[in-house]
Nanobody, 115 residues
Framework: QVQLVESGGGLVQPGGSLRLSCAASGSIFSINAMGWYRQAPGKERELVAVITSGGSTNYRDSVKGRFTISRDNAKNTVYLQMNSLKPEDTAVYYC?????????WGQGTLVTVSS
């Protein structure tokens, strides 16, 4: 039913910012919690940030204070504002439910932080 498309990635210098978007083709209102995940080269996919339908958020320690997750239920879109980016943030970023639903993965969007 629902399909997710991530966008907004790109090449950015250390200390820079990017805003990622996760657009759903269908309503995500029924999904209680949505999350952003990332997978760095040669590493396991990890959960970065979570937001519930009520707006509560949680973040991986390594991104606390730098990343902000938000959602717009009317637009069926989840966002990830990334500030003060570091080279170790380089990864393909995905959105999905939290915990994830296997069939819901999109193609992801690549974020490369490099000078």
């Amino acid at each position: 039913q629902v399909q997710l498309v991530e966008s907004g990635g790109g090449l950015v210098q250390p200390g820079g910012s990017l805003r990622l978007s996760c657009a759903a083709s269908g309503s995500i209102f029924s999904i209680n919690a949505m999350g952003w995940y990332r997978q760095a080269p040669g590493k396991e996919r990890e959960l970065v940030a979570v937001i519930t339908s009520g707006g509560s958020t949680n973040y991986r320690d390594s991104v606390k204070g730098r990343f902000t997750i938000s959602r717009d239920n009317a637009k069926n879109t989840v966002y990830l504002q990334m500030n003060s980016l570091k080279p170790e943030d380089t990864a393909v970023y995905y959105c999905n439910a939290a915990p994830y639903i296997v069939g819901l993965w999109g193609q992801g969007t690549l974020v490369t932080v490099s000078s």
